[in-house]
T-cell receptor
Framework: NAGVTQTPKFQVLKTGQSMTLQCAQDMNHNSMYWYRQDPGMGLRLIYYSASEGTTDKGEVPNGYNVSRLNKREFSLRLESAAPSQTSVYFC???????????FGEGSRLTVL | RKEVEQDPGPFNVPEGATVAFNCTYSNSASQSFFWYRQDCRKEPKLLMSVYSSGNEDGRFTAQLSRASQYISLLIRDSKLSDSATYLCVVNILYLPGSQGNLIFGKGTKLSVKP
């Protein structure tokens, strides 16, 4: 049972480099999310997709872009990484967006 | 005032103790409520939903007071394996701006000692 799969699990970037975090879910969920988690800040929503073909900004969207490629996949792109984007990123999905989220294992990103 | 507030802890308790976590929310349009558990360096996982009448799952009891905009989680007979961070989550059907539906508290850390 794969659930929500994120790649890569770890990444080190230099300032200004770009990268894409991939996320896929096999639960036929409609809604998908990208969160970042920083010490003392809790989970903050970056972007979400309520359904295939739609994306919306969350609390902290600046510096990120997303693509809902199909119902299964939701990617997060950092176009020009900054040290402030050093964080743990979690992808999540839910059937209806009403509360039960299933999270991936997280992607630990360090920007030097 | 933050949307969802929790005591960050840490709560350090001996095995077998009863421990209670509190959570307050500020938006009266909040519709549903949850407790998630997050182990160190792991992803959050749903622990239990919180219903208006209160609900119990084994050693865990969740309570909701809409009048006081307050949610609680009680853990009885705590085990070493209960050591984790407990996240309060509130679902709001409508939010202005760009936050989506779910608001996470920053979590309360529990450490159960032998």
């Amino acid at each position: 049972n794969a659930g929500v799969t994120q790649t890569p699990k770890f990444q080190v970037l230099k300032t200004g480099q770009s990268m894409t975090l991939q996320c896929a879910q096999d639960m036929n969920h409609n809604s998908m999310y990208w969160y970042r988690q920083d010490p003392g800040m809790g989970l903050r929503l970056i972007y979400y997709s309520a359904s295939e073909g739609t994306t919306d900004k969350g609390e902290v969207p600046n510096g990120y872009n997303v693509s809902r490629l199909n119902k299964r996949e939701f990617s997060l792109r950092l176009e020009s990484a900054a040290p402030s984007q050093t964080s743990v990123y979690f992808c999540a999905s839910s059937y209806s967006g009403t509360g039960e989220l299933f999270f991936g294992e997280g992607s630990r990103l360090t920007v030097l | 005032r933050k949307e969802v507030e929790q005591d960050p802890g840490p709560f350090n308790v001996p095995e077998g103790a009863t421990v209670a976590f509190n959570c307050t929310y500020s938006n009266s349009a909040s519709q549903s409520f949850f407790w998630y558990r997050q182990d160190c360096r792991k992803e959050p996982k749903l622990l239990m939903s919180v219903y208006s009448s209160g609900n119990e799952d084994g050693r865990f009891t969740a309570q909701l007071s809409r009048a006081s905009q307050y949610i609680s989680l009680l853990i009885r007979d705590s085990k070493l394996s209960d050591s984790a961070t407990y996240l309060c989550v509130v679902n709001i059907l409508y939010l202005p701006g760009s936050q989506g539906n779910l608001i996470f508290g920053k979590g309360t850390k529990l450490s159960v000692k032998p």
